[in-house]
């Protein structure tokens, strides 16, 4: 289970050109609270800017909070990241691969860093990428991966230690539609009992991609959360039956009130 409670985040924003003089900070995150729970995919969704990659960076222990807490199994990511990030699989948005490296050094170095042994971490490439069909990939460099090839190394990756908790940003963007396809089965396998009844978070701003895939929906706005339910409480909630009716209803409400 994966709780968040109140988070928020201001940046100093850094004027550009000759002027060297201070910008307003920009308020990223709010307010932000959702609970996740083992066995469901959650999807954070909300519009361009809205705080979505920086609630999950706090999440993954990137970035410290402001105010509120994070917590990952009863573990606060801000007091032991250590710890909470043993117990998550992250996928970032920058997939960040060391390009010299082959697709499976990348998984089994870090599994390394998750205190695996070798052999039980190169075992698991293995597997997991018969289960993501990338199996072909696994010893060519990643440097000219195409978008799919990279976001499938970066997913298995970040299974490698068989987290209990699964957080991505923005898994789909770039993904043509059969890439697209394999990724929504993958979680839904993750989800069931037989793929270990994970815990996992997502976020996008993709409306076909939440009614698709997500038991539980968490808009955010302006670094808020504004509404959280299954898509069908959410078009109840709004009296819509387009999903991205109630999306705009709930995510701009000065525009539609
Ligand atoms: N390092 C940073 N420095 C300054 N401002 C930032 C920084 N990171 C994010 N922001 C700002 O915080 C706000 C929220 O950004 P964030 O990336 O969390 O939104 P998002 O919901 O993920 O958006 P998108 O869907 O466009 O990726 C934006 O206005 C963004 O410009």
């Known amino acids: 289970m994966i709780e968040v409670q109140g988070v928020a985040k201001q940046f100093a924003a850094a004027r550009g050109g000759w002027r060297l003089r201070r910008a307003a900070p920009v308020q990223a995150v709010r307010e932000v609270s959702f609970q996740a729970a083992d066995g469901r995919i959650t999807g954070l969704l909300g519009p361009n800017g809205a705080g979505k990659t920086t609630t999950l960076r706090m999440l993954a222990g990137l970035m410290t909070p402001d105010a509120g807490t994070l917590t990952v199994e009863g573990v606060d990511v801000a007091r032991d990241p250590q710890a909470a990030q043993a117990r998550m699989g992250v996928l970032s948005d920058a997939r960040g691969l060391y390009p010299r490296l082959t697709a499976r050094e990348n998984i089994v170095y870090h599994g390394r860093l998750h205190g695996m042994a070798r052999e039980a971490a190169n075992a698991r490439a293995e597997s997991l990428a018969q289960m993501l069909e990338m199996a ?122």
């Open 136 to 257: 072909p990939l696994l010893d060519r460099r990643t440097e000219g991966f195409s978008q799919g090839e990279r976001m499938k190394t970066a997913l298995a990756r970040a299974l490698v230690h068989d987290p209990r908790h699964i957080v991505l940003d923005e898994p789909t963007n770039g993904l043509d539609v059969v890439a697209t396809r394999a990724l929504r089965d993958t979680l839904r396998w993750l989800r069931s009992p037989e793929g270990g009844e994970k815990c996992i978070v997502f976020s996008t701003h993709i409306m076909q991609e939440v009614e698709r895939l997500c038991d539980e929906v968490v808009v955010v706005s302006h670094g808020r959360t504004v509404a959280h339910g299954t898509v069908d409480e959410l078009l109840a909630q709004t009296g819509e039956r387009d999903f991205e009716q109630a999306f705009v209803k709930l995510a701009f409400p000065e525009v539609t009130s």
